[in-house]
């Protein structure tokens, strides 16, 4: 996911300067964004919704921990659904290279304001509460279909980034 964000990051710019030859790149982009966010909410809220079932009510700081973790994942989802919003006006010539841009923006800004700050603040409540073993293998939800769709979208933006630039896997 950071090698996608640093790849968009990367691409927003060359937009702007008005290289159009770059919108397939921006776009897989996105679209690989799509795919990998949109896992991270849904297992973050899977996650979040089975601590519940071990964190006492009257716990307040692991409660609020919790509705903290929800809070962002609804806003990451809103983010990611306005930059899908803009890139599908963008593909159907609703809006110009430059709001697709200020989109992008948009969400890199969040991006790194808010998910890049953040470290695994339920970590603290899994070792409190649950065997972290245990945990994580009930709540993986990585297939086998998921790493190969993971690894096309991942492969496209790979061959079309803009020569030169290396992205990588860190």
């Given at each position: 996911?950071?090698?996608?964000?640093?790849?968009?990051?990367h691409?927003?710019?060359?937009?702007?300067?008005?290289?159009?030859?770059?919108?397939?790149?921006?776009?897989?982009?996105?679209?690989?964004?799509?795919?990998?966010?949109g896992?991270?909410?849904?297992?973050?809220?899977a996650?979040?919704?089975?601590?519940?079932?071990?964190?006492?009510?009257d716990?307040?700081?692991?409660?609020?921990?919790?509705a903290?973790?929800?809070?962002?994942?609804?806003?990451?989802?809103?983010?990611?659904?306005?930059l899908?919003?803009?890139?599908?006006?963008?593909?159907?010539?609703?809006?110009?290279?430059?709001?697709?841009?200020?989109?992008?923006?948009?969400?890199?800004?969040?991006?790194?304001?808010?998910?890049?700050?953040?470290?695994?603040?339920?970590?603290?409540?899994?070792?409190?509460?649950i065997?972290?073993?245990?945990?994580?293998?009930?709540?993986?939800?990585?297939?086998?279909?998921s790493?190969?769709?993971?690894?096309?979208?991942?492969?496209?933006?790979?061959?079309?980034?803009?020569?030169?630039?290396?992205?990588?896997?860190?």
């Amino acid at each position: 996911m950071i090698a996608a964000k640093d790849a968009l990051m990367h691409g927003v710019p060359r937009l702007a300067d008005g290289n159009t030859g770059d919108t397939d790149f921006v776009l897989a982009c996105v679209n690989y964004l799509d795919f990998i966010i949109g896992r991270f909410v849904r297992q973050g809220h899977a996650n979040t919704a089975s601590i519940r079932e071990v964190v006492p009510d009257d716990d307040a700081e692991d409660q609020r921990t919790l509705a903290d973790i929800e809070d962002t994942l609804d806003d990451t989802h809103k983010q990611i659904e306005c930059l899908l919003a803009a890139s599908g006006q963008f593909q159907s010539g609703d809006i110009d290279i430059e709001a697709f841009g200020n989109a992008c923006g948009e969400f890199l800004d969040f991006y790194n304001r808010v998910l890049a700050r953040r470290k695994d603040p339920a970590q603290a409540i899994i070792q409190k509460h649950i065997d972290a073993d245990t945990y994580w293998r009930q709540t993986d939800d990585v297939t086998v279909e998921s790493i190969e769709t993971e690894k096309a979208l991942f492969g496209k933006i790979r061959q079309l980034a803009p020569p030169g630039l290396q992205i990588e896997v860190g």
